[in-house]
């Protein structure tokens, strides 16, 4: 009878693991945040583990890319659309203790629209005139000028919801008012989080969760093949997805995002200041080479900024087709004839530094030589995106509805179009649907003509996971790993 007890205990003991083991869930994704504050740098790594799931905005986006209700319950827009007045929801507390209330919005608003502020979407909180708070879960946000994307921009991660308090340690300790707390990081390897019992929302079914990061594709491969992780979104080796489709262990989900891949340009260094010579780039780069041999076929080939999913996109990939006679008869012109040479700046994802090498390859064979440099994402983020030190580089834009960004002569590509700026002020004024759609095939048609940057394809998103896993996103309306609705069958 001892050795019966000792075999049902061990066996409880099983069980119980078992059981703990799938309130867990270990995910991995293919970059490490530079640091955890959202609103206060580029990267998108920080959204993918914080967004949503510890920090929270007055609004939100949904899994198919529709603005839901954040921390605002509700909202009340003025005839004149200037006025905005949230009523916050009941209930929330930031993961100190502390009741979030107006003052808190009111401080995380004013802070993103300072004139020091260091928020890298400064430009969404241009408009905002003043923010007034009417009591304690009441704020009214006065505009300069009618906006009809602000309830949008106040879903992005760049307008999350911070306390005062907080922000000295934001950095490396995040306090938000999400279904999760941060519980640890341990740098180069892993962050990890715990239910947040004292939520307001509804309860996630995960006790805790832990992101690992994972930047090589053959050592992903190795670790979802051996189970040491639950899932990885954003897998970076699609060369393995069929052996995973194959395998019942595993599920694999194939999405799009809103990750415009681009081989972006420095405008204002010399030879690609001039427009020929980003021409004759263009007309060098086959994208499709580049989706077959990085990508492995996933992605949409684009020609301009603007995603192919979006009612109001133009293909504009004409105008940049695949053709190298021309590229040399271009530079040519120029006064280039011989070619020139100039660096291309790598991050780590597999689409930058696989895609570098093709494109590498393609620029040489019409004269362009490239210095590569393969970077990790805090060299790149401070030389490349602030330092702008760098001929050429490649990155995809995974922020949502973003053709804006051309609009700041400041931004790291530097293009600088009066024309263009003039274009996106009357677009932000305007509400008629159909003159917003025909003013952004103006503005997807001026930086195409102007050949910015070479536009290469949308960001494909697959993920693997185990069998069993459900709700996680397919699609990525904005760069995030949203495990709030996640559990195990």
Do not use: C
Not at 216 to 238: C, K, L, R, Y
Not at 314 to 337: H, I
């Amino acid at each position: 009878m001892t050795f019966l007890r000792s075999v049902t205990t061990a066996a409880a003991v099983l069980l119980a693991g078992s059981a703990l083991a799938k309130s867990n869930l270990t995910i991995a994704i293919q970059l490490e945040p530079p640091h955890l504050d959202p609103t206060s740098a580029a990267a998108g790594a920080i959204d993918s583990v914080l967004y949503s799931n510890v920090f929270e905005g007055l609004t939100r986006f949904a899994s198919d890319g529709s603005v839901i209700p954040g921390l605002a319950r509700s909202w009340e827009i003025s005839e004149n659309g200037l006025t905005y007045t949230f009523k916050l929801v009941e209930g929330a507390k930031f993961h100190d203790g502390t009741a979030l209330t107006a003052d808190d919005v009111k401080f995380s608003l004013d802070r993103a629209r300072a004139e020091d502020s260091t928020n890298a979407q400064k430009a969404l909180f241009s408009l905002i005139a003043s923010v007034d708070v009417i009591d304690a879960a009441t704020v009214r946000v006065t505009l300069s000028a009618p906006n009809g994307n602000f309830l949008f921009n106040m879903a992005w991660g760049d307008a999350v919801i911070l306390a005062p308090e907080s922000i000295e340690g934001i950095r490396q300790t995040p306090i938000g008012t999400g279904a999760f707390r941060f519980s640890k990081w341990v740098q180069g390897d892993r962050i990890e989080l715990v239910r947040n019992d004292d939520y307001w929302g509804d309860a996630p079914a995960l006790d805790a969760v832990t992101f690992r990061f994972i930047s090589d594709p053959t050592a992903a491969f190795a670790a979802m093949m051996a189970e040491d992780i639950d899932a990885f979104a954003g897998f970076p080796a699609p060369e393995t997805l069929p052996q995973f489709e194959a395998d019942p262990r595993f599920n694999v989900i194939v999405g799009s995002t809103e990750g415009e891949t681009i081989l972006s340009i420095n405008n204002k260094m010399p030879p690609l200041n001039n427009v020929n010579i980003r021409k004759a780039i263009a007309h060098a780069i086959d994208r499709q080479a580049i989706i077959d041999g990085a990508m492995f076929g996933l992605g949409t080939p684009i020609g301009t900024h603007f995603a192919p999913h979006n009612p109001a996109y133009v293909d504009l990939t004409g105008n940049s087709r695949y053709d190298p006679e021309l590229a040399r008869q271009l530079l040519a012109e120029a006064g280039f004839a011989d070619g020139f040479t100039t660096t291309l700046k790598l991050p780590p994802p597999s689409y930058a530094r696989r895609g570098g090498e093709i494109i590498a390859a393609q620029l040489r064979a019409v004269g362009i030589k490239t210095e590569i440099s393969n970077l990790e994402w805090a060299q790149w983020l401070e030389e490349v995106f602030r330092g702008k030190d760098y001929g050429l580089t490649i990155v995809s834009h995974t922020e949502p509805f973003d053709i804006g960004i051309y609009a700041r002569p400041e931004y790291y590509f530097q293009y600088d179009n009066a024309d263009f700026r003039r274009l996106i002020a009357d677009l932000n004024l305007e509400a008629d649907p159909e003159k917003r759609a025909a003013m952004l095939a103006t503005a997807q048609t001026m930086i195409s003509e102007d050949y910015v940057n070479g536009y290469l394809f949308q960001l494909a998103t697959p993920t693997v996971a185990k069998a069993g896993i459900k709700g996680l996103w397919k699609d990525a309306p904005t760069q995030a790993t949203d495990l709030t609705g996640v559990s195990w069958e």
